[in-house]
């Protein structure tokens, strides 16, 4: 069953890989007997596009080595981000994991990936150096920038259509340098902690992200800072003159912790967009919306164009909004259609995703990687 327990799977079959060498030998016999794979670590993004498949479970690749002097870990397949921060911790750093750290790394990264850190350091996906794959043929390689830019683009945020990743390398962040809290109000302050929240997000340097997530019960704001405590306070201060938080944790936060509302929102049915802008309308709109929603600053490396970057591209929208299935009451004109890959919903497809231009470039690696569609995304690029 997947983490998203409400989507049907009518698979044929399931396979737990060990090793590398044995998800080449599935592939290769799915080759040969013209049958389709789908990888699966954990199902967080299931969209029960899976019928007829062969279910490819890599959770016993979890292995996870960090290098402390190039600041870089080495990450299998199946490994998650709680495993990954873990290791990283010990030798003082960190990674570009999402609010949830129960899913895996590669299908995070496959996708893109919106971290805390994707304001100062754009897609976590943009973190990665190297991939490890068995490419659709069931053959094996070590893929980077210099040795396949095309693969190495399209896995990059294109999703996980063109080859089964085996692990991954990845760059490290220094924790020291990292500062992070949650501060929680009641629900019924939505409407003041929205209008805080966008005073700072208008003027706030990259260094510093804000999320918002808001319960039944609960508006709570999390803060991470890639700098000190101190220089957190001043950019802050619309949210410190509120008063009246039910609770504070201004000490350096797990980063493994999820934000509750989205957790919810992912388990049963939900939905992304991208907000265009965040005028008084649209935050009226949020503060009398139905929770749960969850609402995030973009912008900053996320809205710059990088030639190094993978699928994901410039996104140049600056908020990002999760709610419940239906979209919140006249919201419709104030969001621009595009969903980032990994927040697709089961019904929606990549062409939500991407703009015409990488959606083709990603059509046309696929044609050329996996012409007999052997490998198959939870959203695939030809749908
Ligand atoms: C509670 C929750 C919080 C989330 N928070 C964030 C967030 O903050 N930021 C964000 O960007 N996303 C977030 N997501 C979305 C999540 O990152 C995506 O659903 C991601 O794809 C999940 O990866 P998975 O491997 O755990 O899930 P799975 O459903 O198991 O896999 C998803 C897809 O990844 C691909 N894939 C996985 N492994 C491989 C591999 N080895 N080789 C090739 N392709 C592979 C496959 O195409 C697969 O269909 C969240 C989801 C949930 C449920």
């Known amino acids: 069953m997947p983490w998203a327990a409400g989507v049907r799977q009518p698979v044929i079959a399931v396979v737990e890989a060990a090793d590398a060498a044995e998800v ?5 016999y799915a080759a040969n007997a013209g049958l389709t794979i789908s990888v699966q670590p954990s199902g967080h993004g299931a969209s029960g596009d899976v019928a007829g498949v062969i279910l490819l479970r890599t959770g016993r690749m979890n292995r996870v080595e960090v290098d402390p002097a190039r600041r870089t870990a080495r990450v299998e397949a199946g490994a998650r981000w709680d495993g990954v921060l873990a290791e990283a911790a010990g030798h003082g750093l960190t990674g570009p994991s999402g609010s949830s750290a129960a899913v895996s790394v590669a299908g995070f990264v496959a996708g893109g990936g919106l971290s805390r850190f994707s304001r100062g350091h754009g897609w976590a996906a943009d973190s990665v150096r190297a991939l490890e794959v068995v490419g659709a043929d069931g053959r094996a390689a070590r893929v980077t920038a210099d040795t396949d830019a095309e693969l190495f683009w399209a896995l990059r945020g294109g ?40 005073q700072i997000t ?31 306070r001043d950019l802050l201060a619309p949210l410190e003159r509120l008063g009246g938080a039910l609770s504070g944790d201004r000490a350096p936060r797990d980063l493994a912790g999820p934000a509750d509302a989205v957790v919810r929102a992912g388990r049963s049915p939900f939905r992304a967009e991208l907000l265009t802008h965040l005028d008084d309308q649209v935050l009226d709109l949020l503060a009398s919306a139905p929770p749960p929603l969850h609402l995030r600053h973009l912008a900053g490396a996320l809205a710059e164009a990088d030639p190094a970057r993978g ?27 595009r969903k980032p890959y990994t927040f697709l919903a089961p019904g929606e497809s990549a062409a939500h995703a991407f703009p015409p231009s990488p959606l083709a470039r990603l059509r046309r690696i696929k044609d050329a990687r996996d012409p007999h569609r052997v490998l198959r995304a939870n959203f695939p690029v030809h749908q």
């Open 202 to 232: 208008a003027t706030a340097p990259r260094e510093l992200s804000l999320w918002v997530t808001r319960s039944r019960t609960t508006v709570a704001v999390e803060v991470t800072h890639l700098g000190g405590a101190g220089d957190a």
């Open 159 to 198: 999703g996980g259509d063109f080859a089964v990743i085996t692990a991954i390398e990845l760059d490290l962040l220094p924790i020291p340098h990292l500062h992070g809290e949650r501060t929680l109000w009641p629900a019924a302050r939505t409407g003041e902690v929205l209008r805080a929240f966008r």
């Open 24 to 28: 080449a030998d599935l592939v290769r």
């Open 311 to 337: 699928a994901g591209g410039i996104l140049t929208e600056p908020y990002l909004l999760v709610t419940g299935p239906a979209l919140p009451d006249g919201l419709a004109p104030h969001v621009s259609g």
